[in-house]
T-cell receptor, first 114, second 113 residues
């Protein structure tokens, strides 16, 4: 069964350092999403890609976060510099079509900033 | 702006009990509603998706219903098992044409043997 892949699964970094997360969506899924989930809360969208184009990045803290999906397949989310408040689970999801379809999530990356 | 609420935040039941998890949303013009399961420290597993034209969906012991007029969805779990212990999240698509999901805060279920 096809799955969304993410790496690393866990990341511990010191504040002010740079950190990067990688996501490989289900093959053929044109839409890719990055969500952030703070402990005890539901996920919140950071950025949505349609192929290689950004559809929605209204909640992405652009002063320190960046995301790319250069060839419309896998994607990288970067934080520089990391802050203590960035400690959270970072989830990647994908869906077919142009969005609004069923979303499939990866295992997530648990980030701890010390 | 769509808001999604799940009450209660936590629920504990004995094994074998039938139970209902609640989800309410403020914008009745939803496109679809999706229920997820999340085990501690893990990603989300999609359980059921109900399109706006549907009233319910079933998968095994799970049944999800959607009532747009009242802004409510329920997830019914029959004959609960300890393996059902997890956090259950509901999410609906926000306004506009993007695929952004708006999540509730989840209900953490514990099924005691």
């Amino acid at each position: 069964e096809a799955e969304v892949a993410q790496s690393p699964r866990y990341k511990i970094t010191e504040k002010s350092q740079a950190v990067a997360f990688w996501c490989d969506p289900i093959s053929g899924h044109a839409t890719l999403y990055w969500y952030r989930q703070i402990l005890g809360q539901g996920p919140e969208l950071l950025v949505q890609f349609q192929d290689e184009s950004v559809v929605d990045d209204s909640q992405l803290p652009k002063d320190r976060f960046s995301a790319e999906r250069l060839k419309g397949v896998d994607s990288t989310l970067k934080i520089q510099p990391a802050e203590l408040g960035d400690s959270a689970m970072y989830l990647c999801a994908s869906s077919t079509g142009t969005g609004r379809g069923e979303q499939y999530f990866g295992p997530g990356t648990r980030l701890t900033v010390t | 702006k769509q808001e999604v609420t799940q009450i209660p935040a936590a629920l504990s039941v004995p094994e074998g009990e039938n139970l209902v998890l609640n989800c309410s949303f403020t914008d009745s013009a939803i496109y679809n509603l999706q229920w997820f399961r999340q085990d501690p420290g893990k990603g989300l597993t999609s359980l059921l998706l109900i399109q706006s034209s549907q009233r319910e969906q079933t998968s095994g012991r799970l049944n999800a219903s959607l009532d747009k007029s009242s802004g409510r969805s329920t997830l019914y779990i029959a004959a609960s098992q300890p393996g059902d212990s997890a956090t259950y999240l509901c999410a609906s698509h926000g306004s506009g044409n993007t695929g952004k999901l708006i999540f509730g805060q989840g209900t953490t279920l514990q099924v005691k043997p």
